[in-house]
């Protein structure tokens, strides 16, 4: 069995993803409950940590991550079911992978906030949040020619997760390496 169709075979239930409303909400939902699962984390580690700079206020994160959950889900639902109807099967075949990489890379996504901030593994962190990159670039590649609006929908949270790399990194290098200690 192929990578690719290992991926492929890996998405969320069609049922949910052929909902407009399954497939919106429940990134949104999910990701709401870790966040609030993991905010007496936050609350404890966060206010201890130098800030690298650029880093955006406190209050931005909530309405920042729903808006993408938001669109990533949208975006899951418009790619699967308009690569579904397609009579072309490569067109049907981009679809079906492409929901696998959405799979995966929305536990990519879920499971930053817990090692962070619960697990406090910054390193493990930045290495999660570095394949979370690498597999939001890939699907909108896979999704980009299967539903432009797809596509574009997840190119906002593709920018938000390379700034989001770049802040792990810098809360890795200015509060757990000798180096980034001693500036």
């Given at each position: ?25 429940l ?112 699907l ?14 997840l ?25 980034g200690?001693?500036?």
């Amino acid at each position: 069995m192929a990578f690719t169709d290992f991926i492929a075979g890996f998405g969320l239930p069609a049922t949910i993803l052929a909902n407009p409303w399954l497939s919106t909400l429940l990134p949104v939902a999910v990701g709401t409950a870790v966040g609030f699962s993991t905010m007496p984390h936050v609350k404890d580690l966060y206010p201890q940590l130098r800030q690298p700079p650029g880093k955006p206020p406190r209050w931005a994160f909530g309405p920042v991550w729903t808006a993408l959950y938001a669109c990533m889900g949208y975006a899951a639902h418009r790619a699967f079911t308009s690569g579904l109807s397609s009579p072309n099967l490569a067109v049907r075949d981009r679809a079906l992978l492409g929901a696998g990489v959405y799979s995966l890379q929305l536990i990519l996504n879920l499971a930053w906030m817990p090692l962070f901030f619960r697990a406090r593994q910054p390193l493990v962190a930045l290495a999660d949040s570095t394949l979370l990159w690498g597999s939001v670039a890939w699907l909108v590649g896979e999704w980009m020619p299967v539903d432009e609006v797809a596509g574009w929908l997840l190119v906002p949270y593709l920018g938000w997760v390379t700034y989001a790399t770049y802040l792990n990194a810098g809360f890795y290098w200015l509060n757990f390496t000798k180096e980034g200690k001693k500036e």
